[in-house]
């Protein structure tokens, strides 16, 4: 596609529910981000992929949080026993190497 | 310390003036600079980056980039009410870690 795709665009889920968001890169970038912003803040780093693999998942807050990467395109964040403060925008960027992210249009999130 | 600070408040700019927006980072290994904007309930998309120190021109705005002093602007001459939005200052450390860490944003505001 033309540019990040990400599904679905909202979620609504009850606490204590698994989600998974899923993110589509740009063709041909080899490097995957995911960030998460909380209403009024900056943007939090969760997790980049190199490739299928995951070189940094130090922004991940908590062992709810996973992701992954197959076939070096399409990643799958993942959040069990969702929790109220997980209520956010989670957006996915991809680039080649280190060249500028270029972000989807995000999945909002809201944990009632 | 944040690793990208953007300190500033709200800035208020008459349509036609210069909007200047500030930006200090703490980590010296950081190499590449971004700027970001950020229309409410938007994704954040790229308005410049910088690598090397000195200005670069790209329309009507222009990136300053200090590593001595680890600053970072972004001029917006002739402001647009179209340049109303959140404008978000990135860096990002070449050592292996491909991640950008952003700072909070500016929130712009051109009266007409």
């Known amino acids: 596609g033309a540019g990040v795709s990400q599904s679905p665009s909202n979620k609504v889920t009850e606490k204590g529910k698994d989600v998974e968001l899923r993110c589509d890169p740009i063709?041909?970038?080899?490097?995957l981000y995911w960030y998460r912003q909380s209403l009024g803040q900056g943007l939090e780093f969760l997790i980049y992929?190199?490739?299928?693999?995951?070189?940094?998942k130090s922004g991940l807050p908590s062992d709810r949080f996973s992701a992954e990467r197959t076939g070096g395109s399409v990643s799958t964040l993942t959040i069990q026993r969702t929790q109220q403060e997980d209520s956010a925008v989670y957006l996915c960027?991809?680039?080649?190497?280190?060249?500028?992210?270029?972000f989807g249009n995000g999945t909002r999130l809201t944990v009632t | 310390q944040k690793e990208v600070e953007q300190n500033s408040g709200p800035l208020s700019v008459p349509e036609g003036a210069i909007a200047s927006l500030n930006c200090t980072y703490s980590?010296?290994?950081?190499?590449?600079f971004f700027w970001y904007r950020q229309y409410s309930g938007k994704s954040p998309e790229l308005i410049m980056f910088?690598?090397?120190?000195g200005d670069k021109e790209d329309g009507r705005f222009t990136a300053q980039l200090n590593k001595a002093s680890q600053y970072v602007s972004l001029l917006i001459r002739d402001s647009q009410p179209s340049d109303s939005a959140t404008y978000l200052c990135?860096?990002?450390?070449?050592?292996?870690?491909?991640?950008?860490?952003f700072g909070k944003g500016n929130q712009v505001v051109v009266i007409p």
């Open positions: 960027a991809s680039s080649i190497s280190n060249s500028p992210l270029h």
């Open positions: 063709s041909g970038h080899t490097a």
């Open positions: 992929f190199q490739g299928n693999s995951a070189p940094d």
């Open positions: 980590d010296r290994g950081s190499q590449s």
């Open positions: 910088i690598y090397s120190n």
């Open positions: 990135a860096a990002r450390d070449m050592r292996g870690n491909n991640r950008l860490a």
